[in-house]
């Protein structure tokens, strides 16, 4: 800083607007970015038209001090206009954990959300198909939605598809009102769509998502009543490479889960099948035959995989890298065996109580196999998030 | 330090310099000019230009420092040619916007914003650069009270 400075009184306001906007994105941190907007008219709209994201406090996954000092449930229309009213350039806005929002506050999505892509909404218990409706109307260039444990229905989900056409990645984890038919409306409807979280929605066997795009390559539906002909449907896109479907409910599945190894998902890289305890030998081979690229595979808990399970694992699965057998029954040492004579690429085992194993048996599979690392945690959640998925042809 | 390629540049205040070819596409937009006159076949081509001020001549110095020194040299160089008042500054920010220059864009864009990162509040920044604050007490309050709404 110096005196030369203050010779130079009005030289700054003589820049045009873009200059204006370089030195705004230089600043970096939110202090020195709301001082420049509050120096007079033209910088402030500068920052705002700068203002790409936002999101509130209350929003999880943010901890700090200025998550104490405003509730979410204080949010409102009235809040939500000013601010979409202020920055219109947004991209991305999330309205997670604004309990009070109602339906009427997204009516202001359509004059000054226009440019959005990614809108969360989850927790907004308030919003119904109607606010839905309102967001398909205002944002059609949405790619990006999460609506956890919202209450909207099979009609809502179909309107939202009808209208957000460029839709990626959707989260509809707890919506207790969503059954395979919305399902249906989405996979048709948005044909760019690459991955769906529908874990949690009791509603749904699977059979929506039957004849889906190729783009659709990551799923997650744990926790889901998911049936056989369900497990053919999820697959029937072709383009699968991550598939959750961990805690399966249909206790009567057994065989079930061979689709799986059909060919359809012969690109599947990861799958997660921790607590699926009725899933047989017979549904093991497929899967290790159907899809040779798999890279890791959970199957802690899996009570019914035996020695020609293992050793299916260990003779095909030649990309395998990760493994999880955390307290699998019927996991003895001739199954261990197979695993390590084969899966030549296998670099980490989760192993954690498993009665069958002796401490022989561990001993000579690590003598064997020291470059496999043993790890005793139980992963539940494996692979990248729902939101993180970018589709490639090539891979 | 002449090549056997030279661009003739002339301002609008009617100076001619030669600059070396490669540093005076350095600027997008003498590239962009350069290709549409097509000047292949010519050793000295003569480039018609309609700049505002006498800033250009600055620019195309800078450009030409830059590539002479060496590495450890060129910050202490930089920093020292930067330490300017608002007014030449203001100059080398419209000449490197209309010339395009990147290196230079960003050089002038890190002085003015390392300024009001080091201003302490809104008013320090208002009388660093002389800008008049046009919001009525009550607009500024409404502003202040809608940023501490939200989260980055």
């Known amino acids: 800083m110096g005196d030369s400075l203050m010779d130079g009184v009005t030289s700054i306001m003589l820049l045009p607007d873009d200059c204006l906007c370089f030195i705004f994105n230089f600043l970096d941190c939110r202090t020195d970015r709301e001082s420049f907007g509050l120096t007079c008219h033209r910088w402030l709209n500068i920052q705002n038209l700068n203002r790409r994201s936002l999101q509130f406090p209350c929003s999880f996954g943010i901890v700090g001090p200025s998550s104490l000092s405003q509730s979410c449930t204080d949010i409102n229309s009235f809040h939500l206009y000013r601010i979409l009213a202020r920055f219109q350039q947004l991209e991305y806005l999330s309205l997670s954990g604004c309990v009070e929002i109602l339906d009427s506050a997204l009516s202001y999505l359509k004059p000054y959300g226009s440019k959005l892509q990614t809108l969360c909404l989850d927790c907004c218990f308030k919003i119904s198909d109607y606010g839905i409706s309102l967001v398909g109307d205002g944002c059609p260039f949405l790619t990006t939605i999460s609506l956890y444990r919202c209450s909207i229905t099979d009609a809502g989900l179909e309107a939202l598809a009808n209208a957000c056409l460029a839709l990626r990645h959707v989260n509809l984890a707890y919506c207790p009102c969503i059954s395979d038919s919305g399902l249906r409306a989405l996979s048709q409807g948005c044909r760019e769509l690459q991955a769906v979280k529908i874990s949690n929605c ?194 | 330090m002449l090549l056997s390629k030279n661009s003739a540049l002339e301002s609008k205040d009617n100076e001619i310099f030669e600059v070396e070819e490669s540093i005076a596409i350095q600027s997008e937009l003498i590239k962009t000019m350069t290709t549409m006159v097509n000047s292949k076949a010519y050793v000295n081509e003569r480039n018609q230009m309609v700049p505002e001020a006498r800033c250009r001549k600055q620019a195309n110095y800078h450009v030409e420092q830059n590539n002479k020194i060496v590495d450890e040299e060129l910050s202490d160089w930089e920093s020292k040619f930067f330490e300017v008042d608002m007014d030449d500054l203001h100059e080398l920010f419209m000449a490197a916007n209309y010339l395009e220059i990147e290196s230079l864009l960003n050089g002038v864009t890190k002085r003015v914003g390392d300024f009001i990162k080091a201003c302490k509040n809104v008013e320090v920044i208002r009388q660093t650069f002389g800008i008049n604050n046009d919001f009525a007490a009550q607009q500024e309050e409404e502003i202040r009270k809608l940023n501490s709404w939200n989260h980055i």
Not at chain 1, 232 to 251: D, P, R
Not at chain 1, 315 to 330: E, I, M, P, Y
């Open chain 1, 202 to 395: 009791r509603g749904v066997s699977g059979v929506g998502l039957r004849g889906c795009s190729s783009t659709l390559v990551y799923i997650d539906a744990e926790c889901c009543n998911l049936e056989p002909e369900g497990i053919m449907s999820i697959v029937s896109g072709g383009g699968l490479k991550f598939l959750n479907i961990a805690s399966l409910s249909c206790s009567n599945f057994r065989n079930g889960l061979e689709a799986i190894g059909n060919g359809f998902a012969a690109r599947l890289k990861i799958l997660n099948l921790r607590t699926c305890r009725s899933v047989t030998d017979a549904s093991i081979v497929a899967i290790a035959k159907g899809c040779p690229q798999l890279q890791e595979w959970n199957l802690a808990l899996c009570h019914e995989v035996r020695v020609l399970g293992w050793a299916s694992i260990g003779s095909n699965c030649h990309n395998l890298k990760k493994l999880h057998v955390n307290r699998c029954r019927n996991l003895c040492h001739q199954g261990l065996q197979a695993l390590r004579d084969g899966c030549k690429e296998l670099s980490v085992l989760y192993m954690s109580r498993n009665s069958r194993i002796s401490d022989i048996a561990l001993e000579l599979f690590k003598l064997y196999r020291c470059n496999v690392e043993i790890k005793a945690e139980e992963v539940m959640s494996i692979g990248p998030n729902w939101d993180g998925i970018d589709y490639d042809e090539s891979t």
